[in-house]
């Protein structure tokens, strides 16, 4: 492993003997995971391990021409830079935030990406690159990621729940990604938790979100941390605390923290609860927050409420899981979608 300019990870650059997907054969795979924060991009070779991959923020201007233009240029130079071309990929995949039309391969006006309304990213991108190119949810691609390559790795039925901004759900049924009507399926951060409860930014009221994601804590957090937490100290001053910091105080043994994270745990607990009951999975693979703060802080905790709410027959065999990929998730979240494209 080598690192190149603009932080720029090299792992190989060898291809190795071809390989066959139904009587094909595949050469690499690119894959690109754009969120509102930060676009990483990754070259995987015909085993799905990692070529080449880079990551920087991603500067999102309010022009999706533009935007799409620059992601482009920059997998171009990843590519260049690797010393392959196009001619060596059989297919590009784009993980980012839904809503997606997956007939028309466009993107409708994702919250985290301002100005992209029903922009026809698919065939734009398909047409800059080169390659055929497919679309996924981020929670999805998430989801395909963990279940080929990180925690979930031989399950069949697995779900997927991250904790960052909001709440991103991802389900592999009988072993398929799990779509829905219309491709919009996982919506779980928007079930009911609380009727009338804390206002979501979906516009509902007591949603999932408004208690475990992110952005909803760190509203609370603002209003509520008294003065003498650790949870401000870490913070530095009023206003700029997250759910990062009460993880750290939670980790100190400060009292308004591991509150906290004992009402962050009763509410994950609820979820993943209802979720044995409707689906059965195998695998919970629970993502960001979760997995920061750890076992004994979130893991554990959460095992044992939902081992005490749920049938035997239901809970036998089912493991609930941190996030085995890491830092490595968006890399291949992007390259998973890329492999679904030659699937079909």
Not at 146 to 166: C, I, Q
Not at 247 to 252: D, K, N, R, T
Not at 279 to 295: K, N, S
Request: hydrophobic share 45%.
């Amino acid at each position: 492993m080598r690192m190149g300019m603009s932080g720029v990870c090299y792992l190989s650059a060898r291809r190795r003997s071809p390989r066959l997907f139904q009587g094909v054969p595949i050469g690499f795979l690119l894959g690109i995971d754009l969120g509102g924060s930060k676009l990483a991009i990754a070259i995987a070779d015909a085993d799905g391990g990692l070529v080449a991959h880079q990551k920087r923020p991603s500067r999102i201007s309010g022009d999706p021409e533009a935007d799409v233009m620059a992601i482009a240029a920059d997998a171009a130079a990843l590519i260049s830079r690797s010393r392959l071309a196009p001619r060596d990929f059989d297919a590009a995949g784009l993980s980012l935030p839904g809503p997606i039309d997956h007939e028309r391969g466009a993107v409708l006006a994702p919250p985290n990406l301002p100005g992209w309304e029903d922009v026809p990213l698919r065939d734009r991108m398909s047409e800059l690159l080169g390659l055929p190119v497919r679309l996924e949810n981020d929670a999805n691609a998430a989801a395909l990621a963990e279940w080929r390559y990180g925690a979930g790795r031989g399950a069949r039925n697995l779900v997927y729940l991250t904790m960052s901004t909001g709440i991103g759900t991802g389900l592999i049924l009988d072993g398929r990604l799990y779509r829905g009507h219309r491709g919009r399926a996982s919506e779980f951060g928007h079930c009911c938790v609380e009727w009338d409860g804390e206002p979501c930014g979906c516009g509902q009221r007591g949603c999932l979100e408004a208690y475990l994601g992110g952005a909803a804590w760190a509203r609370r957090l603002r209003e509520i941390t008294p003065e003498a937490s650790r949870v401000r100290a870490l913070a530095g001053e009023r206003g700029l605390e997250a759910p990062e910091h009460v993880v750290a105080a939670a980790g100190e043994g400060d009292a308004f923290a591991c509150e906290e994270m004992e009402r962050f745990n009763h509410y994950l607990a609820q979820a993943i609860i209802t979720l044995a009951f409707t689906l059965a999975p195998e695998v919970v693979v629970l993502g960001t927050i979760a997995t920061a703060a750890g076992e004994a802080l979130c893991l554990e905790p959460v095992r044992a409420l939902v081992e005490a709410r749920v049938w035997p027959a239901l809970r036998e065999g089912m493991r609930i899981l941190p996030s085995g990929l890491g830092e490595e998730l968006p890399y291949y979240a992007g390259v998973c979608v890329a492999s679904e494209e030659l699937a079909g």
